[in-house]
């Protein structure tokens, strides 16, 4: 293809309102432009990048055996109401109404649709295991979109739903789309890690995002060098320390903390690690009656190391606090403790409250905590002395740097990422609010198990460019780059040599199958290398009439420092020799 028969848009700045690296590349790169808050038209040279990963994508879901269709936009609200969604999903989930005063959904995913698709389709257990996807448009209200692609409104997704006859076959559906996935980043040329996710209320043991790396990440990941351990934050263990509790060394005491309402502030003032302070986080239970009015609420206390931070998802799985909990109110904490937050602990309390302790703090000794009045806080505090062992002992917090594997084989570290993909195991969680059942071999009708694996098709691009750009622009790996080559001619319109060399190069390589591009828009050098460098196109050759003199033409990679000089009559095959066909 030649440039004057594309269409190309770079632009010199970068849009004010474009946050990260990524919205303000693909912004100057003229590969989207903004429509609306969240919502953007993909140009031509971002639309050539979204159909490389597509291609990418469909290839290997079809090699892993499921069958491509295609779900509507706009969805019949009476699907997500058998299920529930539609009033609990929140305002994410836009609701419209047609001409009828009837009630539909713009789809942010297709669980309630494609179940509708099994349960009249799928009757027999000689059909299952069966494996639908689509690529789609789908569309979530954002409350505040941001970050370009990352975080828009409108979006492509690729989704897949399987479905199996039991948890046996489910698990073999799952592991084969977890397999596929690992294919398709493969080939996306994305440094990423698949790490162990939460499956929420859902429970089960089968959930993995795969997080691109970079250090942009909304995300944290963290994983074991020396061995294959890989969790996001919220399902990372926290171990509890080698060794059990150390013995008591130090007599209690209460001691002044004047104006001292943090665990930091404390541990300054009394010369101590953060380390050797507990810190106190009061939550609170709520029991309601029919009409949704709180008949009895019960408070919690949380005990976490001074220098650790609670993790809510953990928390939330604490038998008690799975149906949801708060933090408590000064009312309440007042009514318990008798004191202000900051001075709090669980010693010498009003009323009796659960005490859950992390791991960390059950195996503490001689710890500081608040002392339950203002201005003081206990030093030496030892459990089974001081005060009862908790009520619950369990992994309540985020995991830090150097903290132990739970695998046992290292140490774990921690690194930024982007989620692009997420395989999980559904269960029967949508096949039996929709009554999606097959009939087995002894003619009984039983739930389909189900499994649903996505991939963010657009937020590829964005994720792709914060793990590859430099001040120039954009370094797109080869697999999904808008074009593979771009032939530089200086002097096009004024060279016949010139003219007559890069036509003919670029004939050849795109007859070979490569995608070549030609710019025959008469720039000046420095200007065409500048946008093809802000693209990003993997490799460019540049011919001039001084290099066609000597027989010679300059190649270059979009990582390297410098050009290299090729033989004109050996440019093709040079460059055959380097890229992906």
Known sequence: ??????????????????EVRSHQLMMRAGMIKRLGAGIYNYMPMGLRVIRKVEAIIRDEM???????????????AELWQETGRFDKMGPELLRVKDRHDRDFIIQPTSEEVVTDIARQELRSYKQLPKNFYHIQTKFRDERRPRFGVMRGRE??????????????????????????????????????????????????????????????GEDA????????????????????????????????VKTPTPGKATCADVAELLGLPLSQTVKSLVMATDELNEAGDIVKATVWLLLLRGDHDLNEVKAGKVEG?????????????????????????????????????????????????????????????NWGRDLPEPDLVVDLRNVVEGDPSPDGKGVLAIQRGIEVGHVFYLGTKYSQAMNATYLDETGKPRLMEMGCYGIGVTRILGAAIEQNHDARGIIWPEAIAPFTVVICPIGYDRSAEVKAAADALHDELRDSGIDVLLDDRGERPGAMFADWELIGVPHRVVISDRGLKDGKVEAQGRRDEAATSVPAAEIAAWVKGRVQV
């Open 1 to 18: 293809m030649k440039a004057t028969q594309f269409f190309i848009s770079t632009l010199k700045e970068a849009p004010a309102d474009a």
């Open 62 to 76: 079809n090699r892993a055996g499921a069958v491509e269709l295609l779900m509507p936009v706009v969805q019949p």
């Open 155 to 216: 979006f492509t997704m690729k989704d897949a739903y399987s479905f199996d006859r039991d948890p046996a076959g489910a698990a073999k559906s799952y592991d084969a789309m977890f397999t596929a996935y690992k294919r398709i980043f493969d080939r996306f040329g994305l440094a990423y890690r698949a790490v162990a996710a939460d499956t929420g209320a859902i429970g089960g043991d089968l959930s993995h995002e795969f997080q691109v790396i970079a250090d942009t």
């Open 221 to 252: 990941i963290v994983y074991c060098p020396t061995s294959d351990y890989a969790a996001n934050m919220e399902l990372a263990e926290g171990v509890a320390p080698a060794g059990g509790r150390p013995a008591a060394s130090q007599a209690m």
């Open 321 to 381: 606090l799975k149906r949801g909990f708060r933090f408590a109110t000064l009312a309440e904490i007042d009514e318990h403790f008798g004191c202000k937050p900051g001075y709090l602990g669980p010693i010498g309390l009003k009323k009796p409250v659960q005490v859950i302790a992390d791991r960390t703090v059950a195996a503490m000794a001689d710890f500081v905590c608040g002392a339950n009045d203002v201005d003081f806080h206990y030093t030496g505090v």
